[in-house]
């Protein structure tokens, strides 16, 4: 929330709380060239961080604006940021970019317009007591010939956010996005797994959804745990007929999926086991 401590680097220094930084010309406002990442500090871990760091830069240049700092910056930044936290709670680490001026006729960014910023702001870890209920939703993830999927760009966001009003308006927590001819792309916010005959399936990244670092990293650690993975494409009904569903995220890590539509999902295992896998990769020793 707004009133959460909130640490940001900008212009060379660290500012607290939520300064204003854009005028009424910024360009990343008015054309939506914006791109970001995001990724956690708890229990004094920051799992991936050089990867989210390293993400960010190719948004950026996905996107045509200048990587500014590299991404081993970014970590030492981000490090440094975090000092002005106690360990006692959980910290969301984002770093974007944006342009602040336009170029031909406004539309394109000025490259050499862009601007940087880290910000950190506390947000607590949510434990995954029970698990969150997904509607299929009408609206579906676009593919790269139409929007720039390849960046973790701010324009994609408010389609997912379109999405998640939708299936809150029908009571579910969560929207489950398709591709642009059908098959299950992901959730509005996190990439999606499902369980069957103890085989664990999620969706090739086809440009339709993002091929999420949390995601990458829990299909590593299964299969060095000897869990098959497969990426495939997968439609509704197979995530209606599979034994569990699991999504993956950096925000809350691994979560399990209680009901899809109508389909209740009774309690699974293998989302525990990644998760327990994730919490021993970050070199915590509490289980999830
Ligand atoms: N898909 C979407 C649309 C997302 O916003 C996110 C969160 N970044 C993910 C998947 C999960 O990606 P990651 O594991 O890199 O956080």
Avoid at 240 to 254: I, M, Q, Y
């Amino acid at each position: 929330g707004e009133t959460s401590k909130t640490r940001t680097f900008v212009d060379g220094t660290w500012l607290d709380g939520n300064p204003g930084l854009i005028g009424p010309r910024s360009h990343a406002i008015w054309q939506g060239t914006s791109v970001f990442d995001g990724s956690r500090w708890f229990e004094g871990v920051a799992p991936d961080l050089d990867r989210h760091c390293a993400r960010v830069n190719r948004s950026a240049e996905a996107l045509g604006l200048k990587a500014l700092v590299p991404a081993e910056e970014i970590a030492r930044l981000t490090w440094e940021g975090l000092e002005g936290f106690d360990g006692s709670t959980a910290v969301y680490i984002r770093p974007m970019y944006w342009a602040e001026e336009g170029g031909f006729m406004g539309v394109p960014a000025d490259p050499n317009s862009t601007r940087f910023l880290l910000c950190l702001y506390e947000t607590p870890m949510q434990p995954p007591t029970k698990g969150l209920t997904l509607g299929v939703s009408p609206f579906r993830r676009p593919g790269p010939e139409t929007m720039p999927t390849a960046a973790k760009a701010g324009c994609l966001y408010p389609n997912s956010g379109r999405a998640i009003m939708e299936a809150a308006g029908r009571g579910f927590d969560n929207a489950l996005m398709l591709d642009p001819v059908g098959n299950v792309a992901e959730t509005a916010t996190s990439n999606i797994f499902l369980v069957a005959q103890g085989v664990v399936k999620t969706p090739t990244p086809n440009g339709c959804l993002l091929d999420g670092i949390t995601r990458q990293r829990v299909i590593k650690l299964l299969r060095e745990a000897g869990r098959e993975v497969v990426e495939c494409s997968l439609t509704v009904a197979d995530f209606l007929a599979a034994d569990e569903v699991f999504t993956t995220g950096n925000f809350s890590k691994v979560v399990p999926i209680a009901r899809i539509e109508g389909r209740d999902y009774g309690a699974g295992e293998v989302w525990r086991e990644a998760r327990e896998a994730y919490w021993r990769f970050a070199g915590i020793n509490a289980s999830a």
